[in-house]
């Protein structure tokens, strides 16, 4: 392998397993995702007749591990998937899909096999519940994992000396769109006011990226009779009809907008994870082990009716959580 590239590698407690991995995060590129692909290598002295098989799972927490009782467990799994890896049940080269299993396979001799999945549309991004000081235990995540085992059929009961877990993140990289240039407009109403106050703002483009800070045009005619102060800007977490509403960044100003006069003005808004560390319930990217991560992304859907279901758990973890 190429000095440049980074190998992850896991081994089972009894080294009949190891699972290599060129990378951890898969990117959701809107219109496709990037596949899964692996080795695994294995010590074939050891196996005596078992078979190994590879899974590929998407698991949905919506309750602390800490409240699991009585054996029921707050997760479901969103997708499994369970390939046989050896024997196998193909030629090497037709199970092979990149270059960099190529090379794996090629210097890691013939106890290497390739593994290679496909991720279906509608499965969520990798998101976490942001834990509080005190909270232990798993946390509300959606989490995706890649495990190898060996045994007599894929049904019966997996022993964890002779597996391998490893967690892996699908994430989103949405591209910019010039030409979509957010703007939203409101109206208010007074009591005794003939004359309404009209509310606008804008953004200069719709995706910004992690660390960008986010420019804000404020516009307010104030028509009404009353006189405005004190205007604030928040950039808020927001999920379906202001059910779960967290405020992670925030401009207070003593601006005021006096009866029958207009003000335009540009505010800037950092949302930062950094800023809110201590903040429980913030919804995370995923991470690996105590890797850093940032503020949850806004996903980009292909198709909203499709993803209606996985848009209702995504509400259940965080209806869970707040509870």
Same mark, same amino acid.
């Given at each position: 392998?190429?000095?440049?590239?980074?190998?992850?590698?896991?081994?089972?407690?009894?080294?009949?397993?190891?699972?290599?991995?060129?990378?951890?995060?898969?990117?959701?590129?809107?219109?496709?995702?990037?596949?899964?692909?692996? @080795?695994? @290598?294995?010590?074939?002295?050891?196996?005596?007749?078992?078979k190994v098989y590879v899974m590929l799972?998407?698991?949905?927490?919506?309750?602390?591990?800490?409240?699991? @009782?009585? *054996?029921?467990?707050?997760?479901?799994?969103?997708?499994v998937v369970t390939r046989q890896v050896?024997? !196998?049940?193909?030629?090497?080269?037709?199970?092979?899909?990149t270059k960099v299993q190529q090379k794996?396979?090629?210097?890691?001799?013939?106890?290497?096999?390739?593994?290679?999945?496909?991720?279906? $549309?509608?499965?969520?991004?990798?998101?976490?519940?942001?834990? *509080?000081?005190?909270? @232990?235990?798993?946390?509300?995540?959606?989490?995706? !994992?890649?495990?190898?085992?060996?045994?007599?059929?894929?049904?019966?009961?997996?022993?964890?000396?002779?597996?391998?877990?490893?967690?892996?993140?699908?994430?989103?990289?949405?591209?910019?769109?010039?030409?979509?240039?957010?703007?939203?407009?409101?109206?208010?109403?007074?009591?005794?006011?003939?004359?309404?106050?009209?509310?606008?703002?804008?953004?200069?483009?719709?995706?910004?990226?992690? *660390?960008?800070?986010?420019?804000?045009?404020?516009?307010?005619?104030?028509?009404?009779?009353?006189?405005?102060? $004190?205007?604030?800007?928040?950039?808020?977490?927001?999920?379906?009809?202001?059910?779960?509403?967290?405020?992670?960044?925030?401009?207070?100003?003593? $601006?005021?907008?006096?009866?029958?006069?207009?003000?335009?003005?540009?505010?800037?808004?950092?949302?930062?994870?950094?800023?809110?560390?201590?903040?429980?319930?913030?919804?995370?990217?995923?991470?690996?082990?105590?890797? $850093? #991560?940032?503020?949850?992304?806004?996903? #980009?859907?292909?198709? #909203?009716?499709?993803?209606?279901?996985?848009?209702?758990?995504?509400?259940?973890?965080?209806?869970?959580?707040?509870?």
């Open positions: 392998m190429s000095p440049k590239h980074v190998v992850f590698k896991k081994v089972s407690k009894d080294k009949l397993v190891a699972v290599y991995m060129a990378k951890r995060d898969f990117v959701d590129h809107c219109d496709f995702v990037d596949p899964v692909d692996g @080795v695994i @290598v294995i010590d074939q002295g050891q196996l005596k007749g078992k799972s998407c698991t949905f927490r919506y309750g602390r591990q800490d409240m699991d @009782v009585m *054996g029921v467990a707050f997760r479901r799994d969103l997708f050896y024997p !196998e049940l193909q030629d090497k080269e037709k199970l092979t899909h794996l396979l090629h210097k890691l001799g013939d106890n290497a096999f390739p593994f290679f999945f496909e991720f279906p $549309d509608n499965l969520p991004c990798s998101i976490a519940l942001q834990p *509080g000081p005190s909270d @232990v235990g798993k946390k509300c995540a959606v989490e995706f !994992e890649v495990k190898a085992f060996c045994c007599e059929n894929q049904d019966e009961k997996i022993n964890k000396q002779s597996s391998v877990r490893l967690t892996i993140r699908k994430i989103q990289f949405s591209p910019e769109n010039s030409k979509l240039v957010p703007v939203a407009e409101t109206t208010f109403e007074f009591l005794m006011s003939e004359k309404p106050l009209h509310l606008k703002l804008s953004l200069p483009k719709e995706t910004f990226y992690h *660390g960008e800070p986010i420019p804000v045009t404020v516009e307010i005619t104030n028509s009404s009779s009353r006189n405005i102060k $004190d205007i604030s800007v928040t950039n808020i977490v927001l999920y379906s009809n202001d059910k779960y509403v967290k405020s992670v960044a925030k401009e207070e100003t003593s $601006d005021s907008v006096p009866s029958g006069t207009s003000l335009k003005k540009d505010y800037t808004l950092y949302p930062l994870l950094a800023h809110n560390k201590d903040r429980r319930g913030l919804a995370l990217d995923g991470r690996l082990k105590h890797e $850093d #991560t940032n503020l949850a992304s806004s996903n #980009t859907l292909r198709d #909203t009716e499709t993803h209606r279901e996985t848009l209702r758990d995504t509400e259940t973890l965080r209806d869970t959580e707040r509870h």
